[in-house]
């Protein structure tokens, strides 16, 4: 079955370390997308990839990085810049112009620094 | 830029009816979207408006008014597993992909 997969579901980061975050999808999706979700809020986006090599800068970019290096892949590095990181991290994927399904979202990565 | 309003949170009882409403500033509008999020999970997509009016979909409906920079999703025939975060999202931009998500309404059923 097609899907997009997260991991790991939960993660823990010490402070100054960088982490990064899987996100895989099956779909033949062409974008993929990174939003952030703090406790009783929305999704904020992160970063964002509409083709292979191509990424652009959602609106709370700073203290993250991306890469995408194939159709089916797309990692985010939380670095050691990013000074508040415990949060739930939402990976997304959509046709280039989607249609009325709008994402297909992964689990979601729950990441907490300690 | 844009900006999406929702009550932050409702209640509502088993067996009722609910609206949520969403009214959004944008320059660019390119359709609405609703999702529905249980706690601690991804959202999982409701309903798509891109035209005014109303969409129905077995017991969601999805409402859109362009010129008034407004929707509303309505639940009926609630049940208690209804109970979960709703957020209203836009697309803005017919060259790009990307949605931007309000806060979400955190809606509780009540026996």
């Known amino acids: 079955d097609g899907g997009i997969t997260q991991s790991p579901k939960y993660l823990f980061r010490k402070e100054g370390q960088n982490v990064t975050l899987s996100c895989e999808q099956n779909?033949?999706?062409?974008?993929m997308y990174w939003y952030r979700q703090d406790p009783g809020q929305g999704l904020r986006l992160i970063y964002y990839?509409?083709?292979?090599?191509?990424?652009q800068k959602g609106d709370i970019a700073e203290g993250y990085s991306v890469s995408r290096e194939k159709k089916e892949s797309f990692p985010l590095t939380v670095t050691s810049a990013q000074k508040n990181p415990t949060a739930f991290y939402l990976c997304?994927?959509?046709?280039?112009?989607?249609?009325?399904?709008?994402?297909?979202f992964g689990s979601g990565t729950r990441l907490t620094v300690v | 830029g844009q900006n999406i309003d929702q009550p932050t949170e409702m209640t509502a009882t088993e067996g009722a009816i609910v609206q949520i409403n969403c009214t959004y500033q944008?320059?660019?509008?390119?359709?609405l979207f609703w999702y529905q999020q249980h706690a601690g999970e991804a959202p999982t997509f409701l309903s798509y408006?891109?035209?005014?009016g109303l969409e129905e979909k077995g017991r969601f409906s999805s409402f859109l008014s362009r010129s008034k920079g407004y929707s509303y999703l309505l639940l009926k025939e609630l049940q208690m597993k209804d109970s979960a975060s709703y957020l209203c999202?836009?697309?803005?931009?017919?060259?790009?992909?990307?949605?931007?998500f309000g806060s979400g309404t955190r809606l509780s059923i009540r026996p």
């Open positions: 779909l033949n999706h062409d974008a």
């Open positions: 999202a836009l697309r803005v931009d017919s060259s790009a992909s990307k949605i931007i």
């Open positions: 944008t320059s660019g509008f390119n359709g």
């Open positions: 990839s509409q083709i292979v090599n191509d990424f």
């Open positions: 997304a994927s959509s046709i280039a112009r989607q249609g009325l399904q709008g994402y297909t």
């Open positions: 408006n891109v035209l005014d």
